[in-house]
């Protein structure tokens, strides 16, 4: 049994397409484009990222995608808390891609910013990169990925999870490459089983019904969806403000 949480539509960065030049150096990257990993980040929103997500990079988002995650056991979805050494399977599902490449990338860190528990790739899409907490997937209309996180040891407080994932087109080698690819990004408080709760400020409204499927759609999930609805302000992350000046007499 599995409890579903849907993601509503997500943040679309606005502004102009010199805003993201900063990001854009192939230099600073240490994976191809449809890689991800861009110097040794994987720009999920979390502190590790410096709260950086993929629309730092990938402007100008049409907005239409949106995230579908599947937890089994559904506790972890159902209440908003873990229990120490517990394997949790998690399913990403990214809907309303249209591109030809999409990618997809989570963590689950501690209020230190620090990884807790394991995060296991759970078959050949879902790859974990070498000296990072994060699991990461591509592929050519790949929609979809799996990945078990086996929670910490008890003791270890609230934790995070941080997914991001982006609906591209492959990167064609155009120097627009990066413009109009879609993003949806998202994040899950979730704290210690018999705790007070996290103490964190959330990024999310929770709700406990209001998704609902299509007929036809798959019957291994459970009729009790959480609704995450992410709500970002457009951002222009490299571009300052200009001071006002005085207007002319």
């Known amino acids: 049994m599995r409890a579903l949480i849907c993601v509503a539509m997500l943040a679309v960065v606005t502004g102009v397409p010199g805003a993201a030049r900063a990001f854009r150096d192939q230099s600073l990257f240490g994976e191809e484009g ?14 590790g990222s410096r709260g950086y997500d993929c629309s730092i990079c990938h402007v100008e988002a049409p907005g239409r995608a949106r995230l ?6 559904p506790a972890l979805a159902q209440t908003g808390s873990w229990e120490a050494g517990t394997s949790y399977r998690i399913t990403v599902r990214l809907e309303g891609a249209t591109g030809v490449q999409s990618a997809f990338a989570a963590e689950i860190v501690g209020t230190d910013g620090a990884p807790r528990g ?3 790739p759970f078959d050949a899409t879902v790859s974990r990169p070498a000296g990072t907490g994060a699991v990461f997937g591509n ?30 087109d492959g990167a064609a080698g155009s120097g627009s490459d990066l413009y109009r690819d879609d993003v949806a990004v998202a ?16 990024t999310a409204t929770f709700e406990a019904s209001g998704c609902r499927t299509a007929g036809g759609s798959g019957a291994s999930f459970a009729p009790v969806w959480l609704l995450v609805a992410l709500l970002l302000p457009a951002i222009s992350c490299s571009r300052s403000r200009r001071p006002l000046r005085p207007a002319r007499r």
């Open 34 to 47: 449809v890689r991800g990993g861009g110097g040794g980040s994987f720009y999920t929103g979390s502190p």
């Open 68 to 73: 579908r995650v599947a937890v089994d056991p």
């Open 118 to 120: 394991e995060l296991e």
């Open 187 to 202: 994040s899950l408080a979730l704290s210690e089983a018999g705790s007070s709760g996290p103490n964190v400020r959330p």
């Open 139 to 168: 592929g050519s209309s790949q929609a979809a990925w799996t990945f078990d996180w086996i929670a910490p040891p008890a003791g270890s407080g609230s934790v995070t999870l941080y997914l991001a994932a982006v609906d591209g």
